[in-house]
Structures are given as structure tokens and as C-alpha cells.
DNA sequence: ACCCAGATATTTACATTGTCAAGACTCCTC
DNA sequence: GAGGAGTCTTGACAATGTAAATATCTGGGT
């Protein structure tokens, strides 16, 4: 008779089973509710129940643990990106299933997204980080680049490229209200996936005209 | 004869003279250097050669300090929007030099930008916020509107409006690096100036078609 | 000239946080 | 079933935000 280890309750075990996932799992949570700002690696300490400190073993301090939720993010949406893509050949609709998976991924991982987008959270330099935010964005700028190809040779790549990221990220950005109430300028109370289509449709024809 | 108070250092003297500017000051320079997360009261304090709990009196907390700058960065930004169309008839015109305004104010203010963005530390149902910022959005979509007029009636106003704030706001903060090292996606060596000549162009030549 | 109320700044205090170092516990391997 | 590596806890420290009590200055009325 083998000891029931695996169903007995974690937090009966001095050991946590699986400590990092528990913690990345909390951030998020965490980060969902408060903000980027609100978080504590205490407090995420505190809801995976363990002590204080534990969390520095894994992940050393705490960007090193919103580094990690952010590779995560990032991973997230670049296997969105391959899913909303495979099979559609147009540049154009592959451009539009682009912007449609990354505000799917805002909408629902907003832990995950806030995170990924508090530079002055996280370390930029890691390694997995750039590895992972750079291939997303390049397969952006691929699919950009191949909507020039098709319909306008002109059309300058690099501007149109950065040109997309940035309304995306800035509409996603206007749009994840994490923690504080609500903001400014007002959003407005267009869904996010009806936004996101006019915005390939206003960017689209910009980049198709020569 | 009268005491020379007025000549007197600051530091000398109990009364600071006009502390509510220097604590502003003092803010916008540690974010500048920092980033919005590296902020401190009491570093903001030290800096201003006063102990750390006077900012209370005047500002309340830190979020009313921070807020208080973000005002005064939308200030800024109103007034720069203001001058840079005084005297531009075209819709168009209006548009890119509502754009070059706000990269202007976003390069030669790099701390009030970071907070202005910073909605997790700042309170954003603050009344003079929202009146300020308010305005600025209002400037922008009034202008995208007017281009609609002019060039385009089946345009639809609020997407492009919203549009055109997303992709300035997002190669913003794409650009603003404040704090931190550098960080992921590349934001190329294209200088701002010229990437938003660029913005305008692609923008301009989606929303006139019609 | 004097004094006092209000504004301004300091001091003291306390709870919370991130990080470090040292110790306790568990699991796996030999 | 002992040892060692990996995992977690405990305790401590400096820094921070905020609040309350205290000290200092300023300006105006008498």
C-alpha cells in the first residue's frame, strides 16, 4: 500500500507539490484583481500558503516571478497567434485573425497581459523574455510585411509594422482596466472585438492604397 | 531694516517657500530617472530638503502627489495641442500637428508622461484629471472628425478617433523608456518625429479613402 | 508692540514590504 | 537507512507609506 500522497491536500505536506505553478497561478490572480502595482510577493506568498520566503527560491525575487508570469503571457499569445492563423492564406484576413487572437489573449488572461506590459516590472533582458515577445511581435511584422507584398509594394514595411503594434497594444492598453476603477478617456463602451475589427478594416485599406 | 527672507537660502529656513513646486519638481526628475514604479515619497522628500511626511500636508498621499503631476503633464498637453494648430486650417494638417504635439510633449517630458500613463498609481476620477485629460482625448477626436467631414462622411468617427489615440499612445509608451534598461520588441532607431510623419501618412490615407 | 489662530513642517510611531542568512524538514539515491 | 540536495520556514533588517502628536512660522487683529 503506497502512501496517498498525491490526493492528500497540499497544504498538509511540507513540501507544496508544485510551488512555482501555485505561484505563478496567485500573481495572476493577484494581478487580476489589484493591478501590477498592488501585487506583493508576500501576499502572493500568503494565498499559495506558504511562508514569506518560499517563492525567493524559485524565482529568486520578485521580478524574477512577474518575469516569469510574463514569458508565460507571451507564450500564450504566440501560440494564439499560430492557432488564429493556421489555414487562412490571405495576408489581410491572416492580419485580422492577428489583432483578434491578441485581444482575445488581453481579454482573457488580463493577469498575464498587465504583467506583460509593466516594463518596470520585469526584466526585458531575460533571455526567454526576448526570445518569446520578439518572436510575437515578429510574426506581426512577417504578416504585415506579406499584406505589402500582396497589394502594395510601396508601402513602407517597418512604419506599417510598428504602426499595427502600436494601436493594438495601445487599444488593449486603453482597454485592460486592471485593479483601479475606471480611467479617463473613456474607452467607450465599444466591445473589444468589434473594435478591433474596425481597426483592421481602417488600417487595412490605409496599407492596401498605393 | 527689513530681514532679507526673500535672499536667504531655502534650506535655512523652516518654511520652504514654495514646497507643493518643489515636491512636483522634484517627482517628475525621480520618475524621469526611475520610472513611475521607482518612485518614493519619502526619496521625493529627501530631494526637496524636507522631512518625510510634509508632502502629506499638501498633497495628501502619494497617489494625490502623482496625480497632481499627471495633472499638470495633460496641461501640458492641452496647451501644446492648442499652439500647434493655432493658425492650421486642414483637417489633415490639424491631425499631424496634433501628433508631433503630443511626441513633443511626450520626449521633453518624460517623467510627467510616465505618470500621465501610469493609471495604477494615479487617481483617475480625480475631477481636474479627468476634465484635463478629457479635453486633450476631445481635441483629438474633434480633429479625426473634421478629417471625416472633409475627406471621408461614411468615415466612422469613433473608431478612427480611437484608433488614432491607440497607435500614438502606443508608440508613446512603445518609446518611452523611462526607469529600466531597454527593453523587448525594438523599437527600431527610427527617430519619433519621423515615425509619427509616418503614423500620420498610413492613418491619413486609410481614413480619406472611402 | 503683542498675541493668537491657522498654515506649515518635524518628529515619533507603527504596520507592511523585499531581501538576506541561518536553520528545519523532506525526498531521493546510494 | 544514512547522507545530501532540494525545498520551505524562521528571524532579522532596512526602507516605505501613513497617521498622530508636536514644534515652528506667518499674518492679521487689537
New binding site residues.
Given amino acids: 500500500m503506497s502512501t496517498a ?1 498525491t490526493n492528500e491536500p497540499a497544504t498538509s ?5 508544485d ?2 505553478a501555485a505561484l505563478r497561478a496567485a500573481t495572476v490572480e493577484l494581478v487580476a484583481e489589484r493591478g501590477p502595482v498592488g ?5 502572493v ?1 500568503r494565498r499559495a ?6 517563492p ?3 524565482f ?4 524574477g516571478l512577474l518575469t516569469a508570469v510574463a514569458v508565460d503571457g507571451f507564450t500564450m499569445l504566440c501560440d494564439a497567434f499560430d492557432r488564429s492563423t493556421v489555414g487562412v492564406l490571405d495576408p489581410m484576413d491572416r492580419l485580422t485573425a492577428l489583432g483578434k487572437a491578441y485581444v482575445e489573449v488581453a481579454t482573457n488572461h488580463v493577469g498575464h497581459f498587465a504583467v506583460m506590459w509593466s516594463e518596470n516590472l520585469i526584466d526585458t533582458t531575460d533571455e526567454r523574455f526576448k526570445e518569446v515577445s520578439g518572436r510575437a511581435y515578429r510574426n506581426l511584422v512577417g504578416t504585415v510585411s506579406d499584406v505589402a507584398r500582396a497589394h502594395n509594394p510601396e508601402l513602407d514595411v517597418d512604419a506599417a509594422a510598428t504602426l499595427t503594434w502600436s494601436a493594438v497594444h495601445g487599444l488593449a492598453m486603453l482597454h485592460c482596466k486592471t485593479g483601479t476603477a475606471d480611467s479617463a478617456p473613456s474607452n467607450g463602451d465599444v466591445d473589444l472585438q468589434r473594435r478591433i475589427e474596425q481597426f483592421s478594416s481602417l488600417l487595412l485599406q490605409g496599407f492596401a492604397q498605393r
Fill in positions: 500522497r505536506r511540507y513540501h507544496h507539490g510551488l512555482p501585487f506583493s510577493l508576500r501576499e506568498a500558503g506558504v511562508s514569506h520566503a518560499a525567493a527560491h524559485h529568486g525575487d520578485s521580478r
